[in-house]
């Protein structure tokens, strides 16, 4: 069994699915658009163009996105997702591409279970906690 996060980015999910690539090396796997739909009443006008569905792997995760309904009402609150990195230098690398645009919530620093941790909102809204796992794990 897989359990996979599904993100709608009201209409920004083809620019999500780019920041993804270059911030973290993401990987597009599939995508598709509501003109790709065999039912076009599924499409709302204008919305021919925007993401349906689509696949994105973020090292051995999916992570699954779409365009949503496009109202404007994107809300990430009350989640996050988590990216352990390998060392303290692919951590703040991590960290310092999702935080291009968005907002640190706290920087990375040691921490009393990490020897790098931090949070930060992308420039989406996407809540990310940053880790890096310790030696020794407590």
Request: charged residues 20%.
């Amino acid at each position: 069994m897989a359990v996979s996060p599904y993100l709608d980015f009201d209409g920004r999910c083809e620019e999500a699915v780019a920041f993804y690539g270059k911030a973290l090396g993401a990987k597009c796997v599939m995508m598709l658009r509501w003109k790709d739909a065999p039912d076009q009443t599924m499409c709302g006008p204008g919305n021919a163009d925007k993401v349906m569905h689509t696949r994105l792997d973020i090292g051995n995760t999916s992570v699954l996105a779409s365009d949503g309904r496009c109202q404007g009402q994107v809300k990430f609150s009350g989640i996050s997702l988590s990216l352990t990195a390998k060392d303290e230098a692919e951590a703040a690398r991590y960290f310092n591409a999702l935080a291009d645009g968005g907002q640190v919530q706290m920087p990375l620093a040691k921490t009393f279970f990490s020897p790098s941790f931090g949070m930060v909102a992308d420039r989406f809204g996407v809540n990310w906690m940053v880790y890096v796992e310790p030696e020794h794990p407590v």
